[in-house]
T-cell receptor, first 116, second 114 residues
Framework: EAQVTQNPRYLITVTGKKLTVTCSQN?????MSWYRQDPGLGLRQIYY???????DKGDVPEGYKVSRKEKRNFPLILESPSPNQTSLYFC???????????????FGSGTQLSVL | AQSVTQLGSHVSVSEGALVLLRCNYS??????LFWYVQYPNQGLQLLLK??????LVKGINGFEAEFKKSETSFHLTKPSAHMSDAAEYFC????????????FGRGTSLIVHP
């Protein structure tokens, strides 16, 4: 089954304790992206990647890191989490290129992060 | 640069009533337009999309949207709301001549009353 898998589903942590949220897709998609969803602010893009070893900042990249060493994986790293990073996070993927510009995004089920 | 505006963070309707969720966009090139739906505790899934051709597009669960270039709008409608339609709805735009990175609106929460 084609899917984007995020782990963990829920995470509670404390300020300053490094954490990683994993994202994996089995569709051989080039484009992958991380979003955070906050009430009243909708979906905001954190980072995205057009292909392996190619990453770029989105609208709200501060406090986050990503890596794209393999096509299928795109982990989100919070090196020193703070309470303002408490949010619902989504990973998404899609084929990339002119012929795929009208293709939908495939979303993971989300990771609810609470930073105390 | 592209942008999306969704009017109304919350829309409340009675079961059986018309659903209208508004979306306006700005784009310097012909856009690709999408509506996604997010049911409680789930990720987003595609409801419908406009790429080229027919401006009235039909999606899942009886929803449809009409692309109006002159009004830069892509409003989502459903003739008769069902309780199961209660969800968060996001409009998104992707430009057809660039990097194809989608921009999302802030979302509209649809509340359906019995």
């Amino acid at each position: 089954e084609a899917q984007v898998t995020q782990n963990p589903r829920y995470l509670i942590t404390v300020t300053g304790k490094k954490l990683t949220v994993t994202c994996s897709q089995n569709m051989n998609h080039e484009y992958m992206s991380w979003y955070r969803q906050d009430p009243g602010l909708g979906l905001r893009q954190i980072y995205y990647s057009m292909n392996v070893e190619v990453t770029d900042k989105g609208d709200v990249p501060e406090g986050y890191k990503v890596s794209r060493k393999e096509k299928r994986n795109f982990p989100l790293i919070l090196e020193s989490p703070s309470p303002n990073q408490t949010s619902l996070y989504f990973c998404a993927s899609r084929p990339q290129g002119a012929q795929w510009g009208n293709e939908k995004l495939f979303f993971g089920s989300g990771t609810q992060l609470s930073v105390l | 640069a592209q942008s999306v505006t969704q009017l109304g963070s919350h829309v409340s309707v009675s079961e059986g009533a018309l659903v209208l969720l508004r979306c306006n966009y700005s784009s310097s090139v012909p856009p690709y337009l999408f509506w996604y739906v997010q049911y409680p505790n789930q990720g987003l899934q595609l409801l419908l999309k406009y790429t080229t051709g027919a401006t009235l597009v039909k999606g899942i669960n009886g929803f449809e949207a009409e692309f109006k270039k002159s009004e830069t709008s892509f409003h989502l409608t459903k003739p008769s709301a069902h309780m199961s339609d209660a969800a968060e709805y996001f409009c998104a735009v992707t430009d057809s001549g660039g990097s194809y990175i989608p921009t999302f609106g802030r979302g509209t929460s649809l509340i359906v009353h019995p």
